[in-house]
T-cell receptor
Framework: QKEVEQNSGPLSVPEGAIASLNCTYSDRGSQSFFWYRQYSGKSPELIMSIYSNGDKEDGRFTAQLNKASQYVSLLIRDSQPSDSATYLCAVLGGTSYDKVIFGPGTSLSVIP | EPEVTQTPSHQVTQMGQEVILRCVPISNHLYFYWYRQILGQKVEFLVSFYNNEISEKSEIFDDQFSVERPDGSNFTLKIRSTKLEDSAMYFC????????????????FGQGTRLTVV
């Protein structure tokens, strides 16, 4: 079983719409979860971190965590063309929970 | 705003040569990482480093690879006898996380070094 799974996409949404990105993870002991954004040819950029069940909002971004279902999501409200990128779900895991494990990423395209 | 810096931004090397990729983590961060990303593929964990020793490493991180913190600011990845398949973007990251779980586990990435083995 893969450690972190995401729909690869591409996901296309019209400008102004809500983009919904989903992620599941396999290690029930994981306690730290992250969303990164990666533009083509660039490094991952941290958008959100979430540690507790429920929702966490930061501007147009809302991260949701459900540890019982081993599920993390990211909602992007009022999507803009500049949000077009690959979104990486990441989980702190490993034997000693010493490594950030990335999913394969979901490609998002926001259509003007 | 503090950031992770990596040098060089692009390195071209001949197969069989040794390369050293350099990183300056964010000051006062305690955890350091190396990741790689082959073109079109996912970001892969290579190694984590804490308290001057390797904390965890992946199957990719074999005897060909080594890491070092030669002074108080630099963190390096050495790749010996490079192969064509080592061509990738290599990212350094750091986090403020220590053994105290209340410290931030967020990892911040440098801009990467594109390694091309010819």
């Amino acid at each position: 079983q893969k450690e972190v799974e995401q729909n690869s996409g591409p996901l296309s949404v019209p400008e102004g719409a809500i983009a919904s990105l989903n992620c599941t993870y396999s290690d029930r002991g994981s306690q730290s979860f992250f969303w990164y954004r990666q533009y083509s040819g660039k490094s991952p950029e941290l958008i959100m971190s979430i540690y507790s069940n429920g929702d966490k909002e930061d501007g147009r971004f809302t991260a949701q965590l459900n540890k019982a279902s081993q599920y993390v999501s990211l909602l992007i409200r009022d999507s803009q063309p500049s949000d077009s990128a690959t979104y990486l779900c990441a989980v702190l895991g490993g034997t000693s929970y010493d490594k950030v494990i990335f999913g394969p990423g979901t490609s998002l395209s926001v259509i003007p | 705003e503090p950031e992770v810096t990596q040098t060089p931004s692009h390195q071209v090397t001949q197969m069989g040569q040794e390369v050293i990729l350099r990183c300056v983590p964010i000051s006062n961060h305690l955890y350091f990482y190396w990741y790689r990303q082959i073109l079109g593929q996912k970001v892969e964990f290579l190694v984590s480093f804490y308290n001057n020793e390797i904390s965890e490493k992946s199957e990719i991180f074999d005897d060909q690879f080594s890491v070092e913190r030669p002074d108080g600011s630099n963190f390096t990845l050495k790749i010996r006898s490079t192969k064509l398949e080592d061509s990738a973007m290599y990212f350094c990251a750091s986090s403020g996380r220590g053994r105290n779980p209340l410290w931030s586990t967020e990892a911040f990435f440098g801009q990467g070094t594109r390694l091309t083995v010819v």
